[in-house]
């Protein structure tokens, strides 16, 4: 009956002369007003997220290829950094790791397609206020490139706007194919029940006789649309990554040092499966950082400066810093943001200019307390002067790292390595000046976020053997990890079992009083449920702090547990 009803009032309306429309379905259903649009929302706001996409790789793209425009998703993720709350860092450490950038980039991408959707379904009706919407987050992102990014306003201006023009025009084409804007008309007006209409700039719905494409082939657009956004954004990012400044030429090698470190000793590491090795791989070291992508930097125009609290200021090249005489050490580098157990920190072989020196030779005024490294894209770092002047200390301009040249991503050209320092304090990659002030004068990057001003690296130890939840045989097997106390070295390590006494494990030969040492015990493992944790003391005599507490505002602090399931 309900269908027999619903042909009988199409009968009557087209009798009548009102205007008749097909529903998305395909069948008769009551008279829409002019101007309404039938397609599904779903539909429009799939025609925006491709949209967005394009407008996001024509972006990306023009950031590859042309000199001096910045990529809109790097500046968004640079004005990001820069607003971010205090305690963000630790929680975005606890929760991505080194993977924290790349988080952070999905989330924007993830962001602007959620708006581009929006946008989408708004211009069903009105494309002149999609585009706006457009026009409005690439505006934001020009802004943010020349605030934040240091873009030069041209170069904002010119990928905002192909970036909008783009994204606008990739909206009107795939709405027209998915028949956005269809209303109804007077069947005798076309000789057909309803005809094709998009909104014009205005925002004015302009029919025409262009009857929308079925749905199945504007999903096909929309995905071949998506698809070459995506190899688009992709290959822009990767031009972008690999620009000139951004890739070590092989001109930068460097000279042997003076006195090169020894080859580690066999004592210096235990041959147990499963521990983390003594020196930590480049590609594997932890990089924690504020940069999005690695900052380019021309090597020919390049210079190291030493301002501030000086009687002479000074500017070094590549090639100055290269000619002196070069010195190693190893050196142990942790993230505050660290956890008890974590993996953010390495231990690496380091090479370069002692800081010692040059500051001694720009002659340090009195009361010049702070030295503040400032990187290329403007990050700061600030630690006392003592650190770096003081007898027994190492501290480096380094321009190596395992014996070869200072990768990009580590901070070539030069970098400043403080054993002993927590690196958000002093660890400052793509280094471009040395500032001499007080410590009254200046806080660094973290500090105004709640972070310590001054942050000698805890002594901590860790259970790399075996896992937390692991099961093992009965009988002996081994426990080791590392500990670490960088500038004041580690004296001891003990291990407890299920709260019974502590059991001294033996520490291999420590390659300096700067980097972490392994530690073994062998444990006899008897069926059951087993807890175990690690404390270690420092060549000072100082116990590592039992109480867990979180890595703000100074480090982490506590024992590392675990426990293991026997039998």
């Known amino acids: 009956m309900t269908a027999r ?19 998305d379905h395909g069948m008769p259903g009551r008279a829409r007003r002019p101007g309404q649009p039938p397609q599904r929302t779903a539909d429009a706001a799939l025609a925006g997220v ?20 910045p990529s809109l998703v790097v500046s968004f993720g640079a004005l990001v950094i820069a607003l971010q709350p205090p305690g963000a860092k630790e929680l975005v450490a606890s929760l991505f790791g080194t993977t924290d950038k790349a988080a952070l980039n999905i989330a924007i991408v993830a962001v602007a397609l959620a708006i581009a959707a929006v946008a989408g379904v708004v211009g069903r009706t009105r494309l002149s206020l999609a585009t706006a919407v457009f026009a409005a987050c690439a505006g934001l992102g020009a802004v943010a490139a020349v605030a934040v990014d240091e873009a030069t306003p041209l170069g904002a201006a010119l990928v905002a706007t192909v970036s909008v023009t783009a ?53 096909r657009l929309s995905g071949i649309t998506l698809g070459v956004a ?65 900052p380019g930097v021309d090597l020919a125009a390049w210079r190291l400066r030493v301002t501030g609290m000086v009687e002479r200021e000074l500017a070094y090249s590549y090639d100055d810093l290269r000619a002196m005489p070069l010195a190693e050490i190893w050196a142990t580098l942790a993230c505050v943001s660290n956890d008890v157990g974590g993996d953010l920190i390495g231990n690496a072989r380091w ?12 002659r340090p005024l009195p009361g010049a307390t702070q030295v503040v490294g400032r990187s290329v894209d403007g990050f700061t770092a600030g630690f006392p002067t003592a650190w770096a002047l003081e007898p027994g200390r190492e501290p480096l301009v380094a321009l190596g790292m395992n014996g070869a040249v ?9 970098r400043l390595i403080v054993p002993g320092l927590f690196g958000y304090v002093s660890a400052t990659k793509w280094l471009a000046e040395i500032e001499l002030t007080t410590l009254e004068g200046f806080d660094g990057y973290w ?45 001891r390590v003990e291990v407890r079992v299920d709260g019974d006494a502590w059991q001294q494990a033996e520490l291999s030969r420590p390659l300096s009083a700067a980097s972490w040492v392994q530690w073994r015990l062998r444990w006899g493992a008897t069926p059951g449920s087993h807890a175990m944790e690690v404390r270690a003391t420092d060549g000072s005599g100082m116990v590592q702090a039992e109480q867990r507490t979180p890595p703000a505002p100074d480090g982490a602090r506590g024992y590392h547990r675990i426990r293991v399931q026997v039998g």
């Open 167 to 219: 994204a606008a025009v990739t909206l009107r084409w795939l709405l027209l194919a998915a028949g956005a804007g269809r209303r109804a008309e007077p069947a005798g007006a076309t000789g057909q029940g309803d005809v094709s209409a998009l909104p014009d700039g205005g925002g004015q719905v302009v029919a025409g006789p262009q009857p929308g494409l079925d749905r199945r082939r504007f999903l």
């Open 351 to 362: 090479a370069g200019v002692p800081l010692k020196g040059v500051l001694e030779a720009a």
């Open 50 to 69: 491709a949209a967005g996409a394009v407008g996001l790789a024509v972006s990306e793209l023009a950031a590859g290829l042309l000199p001096g425009v």
């Open 447 to 491: 500090v105004p976020l709640g972070w310590a001003k001054e942050a000698p690296i805890l002594t901590q130890s860790r259970i790399d053997v075996p896992r937390d939840g692991e099961r093992l045989a009965t009988g002996m097997v081994d426990v080791a990890g590392v500990a670490w106390a960088p500038d004041r070295g580690i004296s």
């Open 406 to 414: 200072l990768p990009a991503e580590h901070g070539f050209p030069a």
């Open 5 to 23: 009803r619903g042909w009988a009032t199409a009968a009557r309306v087209a009798a009548r002369g009102e205007p008749r429309v097909t529903e």
């Open 230 to 294: 995506a190899l688009a954004g992709g290959l822009g990012r990767l031009l972008l990554a690999s620009r000139p400044g951004t890739v070590v030429p092989a001109s930068a090698a460097l000279p042997s040092p003076a006195s090169p470190l020894p080859t580690p000793a066999p004592e210096a590491a235990f041959p147990v499966a499963g521990l983390t090795p003594l020196v930590t791989p480049s590609d594997e070291f932890f990089q924690i950082d504020t940069a999005l992508i690695t």
